[in-house]
């Protein structure tokens, strides 16, 4: 138990919410309710896990909310142009590789910092999808696009099997394969990584499409829901990405990623929005209680790592 | 001052100058009436309370960090100062904005010094927490200066000119000389350039990391304070949604005027121009009925560009310089550190 | 052994390399011959390194040859470099602290499942206990490499080096930050190296090493070939002539120096995580050596004493009276200077320029007419001190500190140890990395500084220093003081008696 | 340093320095050519509902003959006080705005006064100042409509469950607060009970997330509420993928009738909406304008606030065909 508690310490936050909500609320462990949760968790998942290997990197990409929306827009207005589905997504994906492509050589080639780059990206691939949807909604009604939430592939909704699908993916390329580890290699020390002659570009390029089509496939799952696009959708989804990774406990220096942790962190930080809002509570309530929740998350893991030390090493910059 | 001059250590301080320059050249034939006295006053009014912020923004970024709960403490320090000004009217006004500025610094400081939460992390959660308290203070509905107050001197912080200038840009100024003498001619500024550059030799200069932090963030928090003076007297109200994204713009300015994310160098001079750059750049964009959608993608593109120009600079310069451009990893420490 | 008869297995001829303003290497030749272990030495700046780094494809030559085995070798990668068998061992490790051993020895040669991709794990692990077994010694390949001291670091970069089939192995300075015994293993290991058949190219500044293990040495100086001759045909004096151009005489020397009264004493301290019960005793201009294995505590000590560790148990005295820093500002306060045994990563500030790197120990001290600014002029009069007290080598107090050479980086530092008032210097490897000139002017730094009066506590791990330079040596082992030696007990073999089998060594002549 | 420091001020004096040079910006613009000015200060581009505003607007302005310039605040109060102060500036006779934020509209009601420049609010809310007329859509009178419906329309189903719930916008937006309070006030004199009010910020995706989460609380509402058309066709969206009807399980009406509510209402995929007529609006404003600039008195609705209503109307599956 203290095994797997160490291994995942959200566990522990997450069983205390879980019995606070079942016992303050009639309706949280209701079935209906945890499948709600659950959903909503798995959808913020799937772009969280590719934002985990942008952080174990050390890096960000705070592009991801615009590219949500863009891609929502191009894969409706491609329906309503009389595209099929499938090929609708498939253009929506390849616009999210495209922006991905297009952060990746800015930051490598050009060598802006990645938290400038993507965030001059946040503001042009938002102004893009609000030219190219030119301020409509691009309003669909496509089986095929609400496949994606709505579907129930041996009864389990789509989006928990395609988070199952990434997290196992995710966690089986993050530690077990090279890609990963060179990941972990680059964010551990990208100086011995361009040295030794790891292909550190491109594994950066290629991190930075992935978080793009993530990214695009977060806005498919969102215009699914809601069976449109237009140039207002994902504002502040990039925060939300990277909140979900950062309280599951990848470092944001880099080095270590936890797979596990980042769909733990979506579970737990959709379980308290659900139970907030099963509660009734305020908007205003539910930011605080985000907020306290990450510096919690993270100054819990400060002192457990103060304590663990006795000769003072330097304590590295988080925002470096 | 003799120093060794290199063209990239006058691009570091001058560059963004220099694009300024280029820019208020080309503005009278792109906008005809840009230097038009209204118009010029205008653009220097509207950007006092981000220059004024992005002053203190360079200090935390100058030792290492940021702090992203800026937009939360100015939404927070504006519906104080308006519930103040309510009570008391214009002298509580504008202690409630200084207090409420210094209380979220030193909130964020202790966060980061006594709980060792990364400072990414801890502002980032007070941000949320900041615009939460906002809200809850304005359930009512936004705090607003009433209109029958116009006479009073904090509502004309944001009007008035003193021979022409804009006030708040008067006070833009003077905290940038403020914060040039701070950062350039007394200790503490050189400690925390000495830190942002390597905290651990800073440790060993006798530099406390704690100290300095809390300097900073309290810093940051004092600067909000004051740019809410000239913000909420330009806009007259605030609720938890004031300035949403506030943060992400005070950085890019930071950054933008040549200050080195990464700590140890920082520029003031590049920070101030590059505030006004961003508010000539975005008045030339509205004034031609350039279409928001279109203005975001020219805003993208020139803050792409200064930095590419920063970027490859640094890429192409001597082999020294190289290694350390790209130190974002770490060396092994030696010895079973951890 | 290396024969002038076998063909050289690595050729280099008239190998130029030029930075803007610089010409690193300038036609240098250069030759391996295959199970050879063959020294290169020079002083800092002699062009070492770029040398290295052209073999492992990191700079590329302006002009001359390269023939690996008879063949022209042109890296342009350093993916180049690997596929052609030459291992680069750079002094600044590459390694990935938060990766596996394996991963980091395997790391961009994974051996992985065709079909699902995974990296074979059981393999990589199992190659990398067989690379250490060969090597001699043992390493979890399971463990991170944060969890490693610096010597095993080092053999992972040795296993490294030999898991892509290194015909050469290229080490820079492998010895700079092991101590003695760790020597010993690593010289062993290269032994090892050369019998299976392997070259070795050892870059080092120490010839005792050199002597130890090499077969040939070259020596470079100012980016030009000097010579190149069997170690049998040479001695350590004449490569010193040979590396500085010119005699260095007395290569440690001490002035004799009269001790004077206890500035320091340290009583039972106990502090960090294995100081133990330590007391030393320091008087005013006296060198006091601290010798001892790496890891035995010398870290722990300077900084319990310079206020960066919180004392546990004990007490300390600073000429008689009470003396408990809550920090590094209150030993500087009371005229206390340190210099961190890693220049690169707690000494310098790269960002800033030489002055203000020299004044960030004094800045309440350099208060202008306002009281609380600081003055520039008398910030010019601090540079301007100490650049001619210490012969700083700098274009200007604006040039930046990662501009200077090793040698004179230490300077500054020295500098800004001393501004706060010299009464004690705590100097921890004051000369590590740096050329034989530089040491020689150090030597001498601290020799004027006792002259002067202030008591000097030094920890070094180059036993010929501390023995030649101190008055005093304590020998620090697992965290105790297990030997004091001083006249002509201090021997290297009663320091490393102490140090390595922890018997106690007190030399008689221990007053108050 | 310090020369650096002057000549950056330097830069920025040259900016007020070369402006005072030229500086005969007439405060008084109308005789400076016969064709009148009007400024528009729009709330934001991106959303339908301001473009149509603008597009009524315009069309009103150059068939007077006038000439219209356009400025977007982009949702930033910051924006919205320089760029409606700026059209000031630039010697506009007469300015329309629909405010981001209502109570910021005293500066620019400040400079307007100081210039003679009449002030027309469109819609939103007028914030206390003392503009000249203010067009507003009856908002509580369209949340009561919306209740009205809803009650109708829950009886029809057949259902008797008395639990509905509302979706609100983000806590500072005045406007749609009205709208949550007329539909509140009279769902409840109607025997109902607004079981869950949460806000979703305006935005559909969290329109849909927290309709998920009201679902799972309360399966038994009858009837949901949302204070405009993206959360409530997002709200509509979430009931289907539970499995029900947003007409016949489930009434579900937004507030807007932005063309994605139409289009639903059409297809069944929600019940109704209530329609403001942007477009009208803003003809009205450009009317209300004319009559400012010629001094002639204006007739208001609500003389005290100086309102003039333009009419919601509800849209049901009934009438939609009648909506353009």
């Not at chain 1, 990197?57 to 929502?72: H, K, N, P, Q, Y």
């Not at chain 3, 001695?235 to 009269?258: I, N, Q, T, Y």
């Not at chain 3, 320091?282 to 206020?307: C, D, K, T």
């Not at chain 4, 719930?165 to 009205?178: F, G, H, K």
């Amino acid at each position: 138990m203290t095994a797997v508690l160490r291994r995942a310490p959200l566990l522990l936050p997450l069983l205390g919410t879980v019995v606070v909500l079942a016992v303050a609320t009639d309706s949280f462990l209701t079935g209906a309710n945890i499948e709600n949760v659950l959903v909503a968790a798995a959808i913020v998942a799937v772009p969280g896990l590719a934002m985990t290997f942008c952080l174990a990197m050390g890096e960000f990409d705070l592009s991801i909310g615009s590219t949500v929306s863009l891609a929502g827009v191009v894969c409706c207005s491609a329906i309503i142009a009389g595209q099929p589905a499938p090929v609708a997504m498939g253009i929506a994906l390849l616009v999210g590789a495209a922006i991905g492509l297009a952060n990746g050589l800015v930051i490598t080639k050009l060598g802006v910092t990645p938290f400038i780059a993507t965030l001059a990206t946040l503001v042009i691939v938002r102004g893009l999808s609000l030219a190219y949807s030119g301020g409509h909604d691009q309003i669909v009604s496509s089986a095929a696009l609400k496949y994606l939430v709505g579907g129930r592939p041996l009864g389990v909704p789509m989006p928990i099997v395609l988070a199952v699908v990434a997290t196992a993916a995710g966690w089986w390329a993050m530690n077990r394969t090279r890609f990963g580890r060179w990941v972990c290699a680059i964010g551990s020390n990208r100086e011995a990584a361009r040295v030794s002659g790891l292909p550190v570009d491109r594994v950066r390029i290629a991190v930075y499409v992935l978080v793009g089509v993530a990214g695009a496939g977060w806005g498919l799952l969102i215009s699914s829901q809601l069976q449109k696009g237009n140039g207002q959708l994902g504002m502040g989804f990039e925060l939300d990405a990277i909140t979900v990774v950062v309280i599951g406990g990848t470092a944001l220096l880099g080095g270590r990623a936890s797979i596990v942790g980042t769909v733990l962190g979506a579970v737990l930080i959709e379980t308290i929005r659900n139970g907030l809002n099963l509660l009734n509570t305020p908007p205003a309530y539910q930011r605080i209680s985000v907020g306290l929740l990450l510096i919690a998350a993270l100054a819990i893991r400060g002192i457990r790592r103060a304590e663990a030390r006795t000769l003072p090493v330097p304590v590295p910059e988080a925002a470096r | 001052m003799k120093s060794s001059t290199s063209l990239g250590s006058l691009w570091d301080t001058w560059g963004i100058t220099a694009i300024l320059v280029l820019l208020l050249a080309v503005a009278p034939v792109l906008t005809p009436d840009f230097f038009s006295l209204d118009n010029a006053q205008s653009v220097l009014r509207e950007s006092a309370y981000l220059g004024i912020v992005a002053a203190g923004m360079t200090f935390a970024v100058a030792s290492g960090a940021f702090d992203l709960s800026v937009g939360g403490q100015l939404a927070l320090c504006s519906v104080v100062s308006l519930i103040g000004f309510a009570a008391g009217g214009t002298v509580l006004a504008i202690v409630a904005a200084l207090a409420t500025g210094l209380a979220c610094g030193l909130l964020n400081a202790s966060l980061i010094t006594r709980l060792s939460v990364p400072p990414f992390v801890a502002t980032l959660g007070t941000l949320f927490v900041f615009r939460g308290l906002s809200y809850i203070l304005t359930q009512d509905g936004p705090k607003t200066l009433p209109y029958d107050q116009i006479g009073s001197p904090f509502v004309k912080i944001g009007g008035l000119n003193v021979a022409g200038v804009p006030v708040p840009f008067v006070i833009m100024v003077g905290v940038f000389a403020a914060a040039w003498l701070l950062l350039r001619r007394t200790a503490t500024g050189r400690r925390v350039l000495a830190y942002g550059s390597s905290p651990e030799a800073a440790r060993f200069c006798g530099i406390s990391a704690n100290r300095l932090r809390l300097f900073v963030f309290a810093l940051v928090g004092v600067s909000v304070g004051i740019a809410t003076l000239t913000y909420i007297t330009r806009v007259w109200t605030a609720d938890g949604s004031a300035q949403d994204g506030f943060e992400l713009k005070v950085i890019a300015a930071v950054v933008l005027g040549g200050t080195s994310l990464k700590g140890g160098k920082a520029t003031l001079i590049g920070t101030f121009s590059a505030v006004l750059l961003i508010s000539v750049l975005n008045d030339m964009l509205v004034s031609e009925g350039v279409p928001s959608a279109y203005q975001r993608i020219v805003l993208g593109g020139v803050l792409i560009v200064a930095l590419t120009i920063d970027g490859l600079r640094t890429r192409f310069a001597a082999p020294g310089s190289l290694r350390r451009a790209l130190s974002g990893g770490r060396t092994p420490q030696p010895g079973p550190a951890r | 052994m290396a024969d002038s008869s076998t063909p050289a297995l690595l050729r280099v001829d008239g190998l130029t390399v030029e930075f803007p303003g610089v010409r690193a290497l300038d036609g240098v030749h250069f030759d391996v011959a295959a199970g050879e272990v063959h020294a290169l030495v020079g002083e800092n700046g002699a062009g070492k390194s770029t040398l290295l780094k052209v073999l492992g494809g990191l700079h590329q030559p302006s002009a001359g040859t390269i023939g690996l085995a008879e063949r022209p070798y042109r890296p342009r990668r350093p993916a180049d470099a690997t596929h052609a068998g030459i291992a680069v061992i750079y002094q600044e490790f590459n390694l990935y602290p938060d990766l596996t051993v394996a991963e980091n020895v395997f790391s961009g040669r994974e051996p992985f499942h065709r079909f699902h991709r995974g990296i074979r794990y059981a393999e990589i692990n199992r190659r990398a206990a067989e690379l250490f077994a060969t090597l001699g010694v043992r390493i979890d390949p399971t463990a991170p490499v944060s969890s490693l001291t610096v010597s095993e670091q080092q053999l992972v970069e040795i296993a490294k080096a030999l898991s892509v089939g290194g015909r050469i192995i290229v080490m820079d300075e492998p010895t700079a930050a092991l101590s003695a015994d760790e020597v010993t293993r690593l010289l062993d290991v290269v032994r090892r190296l050369r019998a299976e058949g392997r070259s070795v190219v050892y870059v080092s500044h120490r010839l005792d090493e050199v002597f130890a293990v090499a077969d040939r040495v070259t020596v470079l100086r100012d980016g030009r070939h000097v010579r190149t001759t069997a170690l049998a045909d040479t001695s350590p004096d004449e490569l010193v002539r040979l590396m500085v151009g010119r005699d260095v005489s007395a290569m440690f020397h001490r002035d004799d120096v009269a001790g004077g009264d206890v500035v320091l004493e340290l009583d039972q301290v106990s502090a960090g995580r294995q100081l133990r019960d330590v007391s030393i005793v320091v008087r005013a201009g006296e060198i006091v050596g601290i010798g001892g294995v790496a890891g035995a505590g010398q870290p722990e000590l300077s900084q319990v004493i310079f206020g960066a560790l919180p004392v546990k148990s004990g007490r300390m005295l600073l000429s008689g009276a009470d003396y408990r820093p809550k920090g590094p500002d209150d030993a500087m306060k009371a005229g206390i200077g340190f210099l961190h045994e890693d220049r690169k990563a707690a000494g310098i500030l790269p960002d800033l320029s030489v002055r203000h790197n020299l004044t960030v120990s004094v800045l309440d001290k350099v208060r202008g007419l306002f009281g609380r600014l600081l003055s520039p002029a008398g910030e010019l009069g601090v540079f301007d001190t100490f650049r001619k007290r210490l012969a700083i080598r700098t274009t200007g107090p604006d040039q930046l500190i990662g501009q200077l050479s090793g040698g004179n980086q230490q300077k500054v530092l020295f500098g800004r140890a001393l501004a706060p008032g010299g009464r004690l210097l705590i100097l921890n490897e004051p000369t590590r990395g740096v050329d034989i000139g530089a040491k020689v002017e150090i030597h001498h730094l601290i020799n004027e500084i006792t002259a002067d009066g202030a008591g000097v506590v030094m920890i070094s791990s180059d036993l010929p220093e501390l023995l030649g330079i101190s008055d005093r040596v304590y020998v620090l082992a697992a965290g105790r003081i297990v030997g004091h030696l001083t006249g002509d007990d201090r021997t290297e073999e009663n320091v490393m008696r102490c140090a390595t089998t922890g018997q106690r060594v007190f030399s008689a002549t221990v007053s108050g | 340093m310090k020369s650096r420091i002057l000549v950056s001020l330097a830069v920025a004096g040259a900016l007020v320095t070369a402006g005072c040079s030229d500086s005969n910006a007439p405060s008084d613009n109308q005789n400076g050519s016969d064709k009148v000015v009007v400024g528009f200060s729009v709330y934001d581009m991106q959303y339908e509902f301001f473009q149509k505003m603008e597009k009524g607007t315009r069309e009103a302005a150059t068939a007077k003959g006038w000439e219209f310039k356009l400025h977007d605040e982009k949702s930033d109060e910051n924006e919205m006080v320089t760029g409606a102060q700026a059209l000031i500036d630039s010697g506009v006779d007469v300015l329309i705005i629909s405010p981001f934020k209502p109570s910021a509209l005293g500066p620019i009601i400040a400079k307007a006064k100081a210039k003679g420049v009449p002030v027309i609010v469109d819609d939103i809310g007028g914030g206390g100042a003392p503009y000249d007329a203010i067009v507003i859509s009856d908002n509580a009178g369209g949340g009561k409509l919306a209740a009205e419906f809803m009650a109708k329309q829950i009886a029809a189903n057949g259902k008797t469950g008395k639990n509905v719930a509302s979706i609100t916008c983000e806590p500072s937006a005045v406007y749609a607060a009205r709208r949550n309070a007329g539909f509140k006030a009279e769902i409840e004199k109607l025997g109902f009970k607004v079981v869950a009010e949460l806000s979703g910020n305006s935005k559909a995706e969290e329109g849909y997330k927290v309709m998920k989460d009201i679902l799972a609380k309360n399966p038994d509402v009858t009837g949901v509420f949302s204070c405009n058309d993206p959360m409530g066709v997002a709200a509509a969206n979430a009931v289907k993928d539970a499995g029900k009807d947003p007409v016949k399980d489930i009434v579900t009406v937004g507030f807007n009738a932005d063309p994605e509510a139409i289009t639903a209402i059409k297809a069944n995929g929600l019940a109704a909406t209530v329609a403001q007529d942007p477009a009208a609006m803003g003809a009205l404003t450009v009317k209300l304008a004319d009559q400012a600039l010629a001094k002639t008195a204006l007739t208001f609705d609500n003389a005290a606030e100086r309102e003039v209503y333009n009419p919601v109307q509800l849209i049901s599956k009934e009438n939609v065909d009648t909506v353009k």
